[in-house]
């Protein structure tokens, strides 16, 4: 089970007590205080809230400017500049490397602790990733066989053994679905499934395309397949008679782990392009390893960022600041872009012939007036977004564990409310455990609406927070959480990742928007309708290729 996104089972502020976060109950020694930090929510804020901007007291004139330094718009940069473009700028945004950023508790300079804010790692791409394996080829990950089967990829980047485990009644497992003490029918029906998923995982359409194929673009558009996405996940399920609690728990997990919200809320397409879309190999790895970094995927932003540096000989393409109004004509593309310079706000006007946005469509929506005439009308065709919590604990040694496995890369508490924590240091390529480590605690609030996650997002308290931030680390470890845990910093994504309802394959707006060729283009995974790396990276890659 791959891909961790973030959420917990919470409650909203209406109805948060016993039942709800309020269950969480901080133990007798005394927690830390959590450092809790809100990325690009004062500059969405005052998007949404038309914040008078200062008026842009310079210019700059360029060929395309790229709107965001996620993966997205560093990916454009990294094929624009391999393709030999050099007119070209891009703005940071309000949080360098977005989803894909990183921090370092330990201080500057310390790899050792390095730890994700955000995305962690990315699954083998497979041959029709033609584009992620391209960009792993050139930043040094992806070291022979990039048209093979199954590469050679850098030692130091796989996945680390033990890889995953699971706390259940106590005692830390190696299966994620154990097989014993099973009755007759639940374990038939986890036999079915994943014969199902594996059959679903080579079949093809009546277009000859993968059923389900990453990036979601080259997937069949076979009317009766397609015919999966006008129903829940958990209804599916239902009609297939895949009942048995273990299994319904498991594959919750899955598409919480994924998408940010349950079976009952994404779409049955959705929930099995999950299982039947990876398929990717490698020589020197199990399949089941994932390309992981201490400090998650910003350690790709970091490699796309030199590449784009050494062919360009220069940093300048790289600039401060966010996109504040974009006004495109018929001779190019104005945008203003407003950046801080210390507690002041400046703003400058850049002159562009192409502007390509890699900033989630939300925040587009808010700067962009010509957004509802390409077709895309956010009251309608906006797709829920899932918050996030990305909570760091810095631990001076290790918490005693409980019986069974040993510490994992990704450790995950059975019936938990969050997803629960990967361990940094575990990628170290090292002979003894590191006397210091980060575990980082995912969770999302899928169990009620991203509206009201946010709402609550937005009232609670750090301490609140922080207890939420521990509820599976809390369970994994008691009391010793707490004496080993020497700093806590949590990061708060109200708007972190679009979800795959029902629907959402069929969107007429997103539609629009994958067809722009006008002044302005889009490149960001909300056009995929979910978040991962091989999205953001297709549609970056492709808006570079549209202005070649």
Request: aromatic share 8%; with cysteine.
């Amino acid at each position: 089970m791959k891909r961790r996104t973030f959420l917990i089972g919470a409650a909203h502020a209406g109805v948060i007590g016993a039942a709800g976060l309020g269950a969480v109950h901080l133990n007798r020694v005394s927690p830390v205080k959590a450092d809790v930090r809100y990325p690009g929510m004062r500059e969405g804020h005052a998007l949404r809230d038309a914040t008078a901007m200062p008026a842009p007291r310079g210019e700059l004139r360029t060929g395309v400017v790229i709107l965001g330094s996620g993966v997205a718009g560093m990916a454009c940069a990294w094929a624009m500049a391999r393709a030999g473009r050099r007119d070209f700028v891009l703005l940071e945004g309000p949080e360098y490397g977005g989803n894909a950023s990183s921090a370092n508790p330990g201080g500057a300079g310390d790899d050792v602790l390095a730890c994700p804010l955000g995305a962690h790692y990315l699954p083998l791409p497979s041959t029709e990733r033609a584009h992620v394996r391209a960009l792993l080829a050139d930043v040094g990950v992806l070291l022979r066989g990039e048209h093979t089967r199954a590469p050679y990829y850098d030692e130091a980047a796989l996945s680390h053994s033990p890889k995953e485990r699971w706390l259940r009644d106590g005692r830390w497992e190696s299966d994620a679905l154990p097989t014993k003490g099973l009755g007759v029918d639940a374990l038939q029906q986890q036999q079915r499934f994943f014969a199902q998923v594996d059959a679903l995982r080579v079949r093809r359409g009546r277009d000859g395309r993968r059923l389900f194929a990453i990036p979601v673009a080259l997937s069949s558009t076979d009317a009766e397949w397609r015919a999966l996405d006008r129903e829940t996940f958990a209804h599916w399920l239902d009609r297939h008679g895949y009942t048995a609690p273990g299994l319904r728990w498991y594959l919750d997990y899955c598409c919480r782990d994924d998408y940010g919200a349950s079976t009952h809320t994404v779409s049955a397409w959705a929930g099995l392009h999950y299982f039947a879309s990876r398929d990717g190999k490698a020589s020197n790895a199990s399949d089941e390893a994932v390309l992981t970094w201490p400090g998650g995927l910003s350690e790709l932003i970091a490699r796309m960022r030199a590449a784009t540096t050494r062919r360009l000989g220069h940093e300048r393409w790289l600039r401060p600041g966010f996109a504040a109004r974009i006004a495109d004509h018929a001779n190019g593309v104005d945008v203003v872009s407003a950046y801080h310079e210390g507690a002041t706000l400046a703003a400058e006007t850049i002159r562009a012939d192409h502007a390509v946005s890699a900033m989630p469509l939300h925040v587009l929506a808010r700067i962009w007036p010509g957004m509802r005439d390409s077709g895309y009308d956010p009251a309608t065709h906006a797709s829920p977004h899932a918050a996030w919590l990305v909570s760091n604990f810095l631990v001076d040694g290790y918490p005693t564990e409980l019986p069974g496995e040993t510490l994992a890369w990704d450790n995950v508490v059975h019936g938990g409310r969050g997803l629960g924590y990967v361990v940094s240091t575990h990628q170290l390529l090292r002979v003894a455990p590191a006397a210091r480590s980060v575990f980082t605690a995912y969770q999302s609030l899928d169990r009620i609406s991203p509206q009201q996650a946010r709402t609550w997002l937005m009232r609670a308290s750090a301490e609140e927070l922080r207890a939420e931030a521990a509820s599976d680390l809390s369970s994994a470890y008691g009391d010793q959480l707490w004496r080993r845990t020497k700093q806590l910093s949590i990061t708060v994504r109200g708007h972190a990742m679009a979800i795959p309802t029902p629907g959402y394959l069929d969107n007429a707006g997103l539609a629009a928007l994958r067809g722009l060729d006008g002044r302005v283009r889009i490149a960001h995974a909300d056009l995929s309708g979910y978040s991962i790396f091989e999205e953001a990276a297709w549609w970056g890659v492709r808006a570079a290729e549209g202005l070649a």
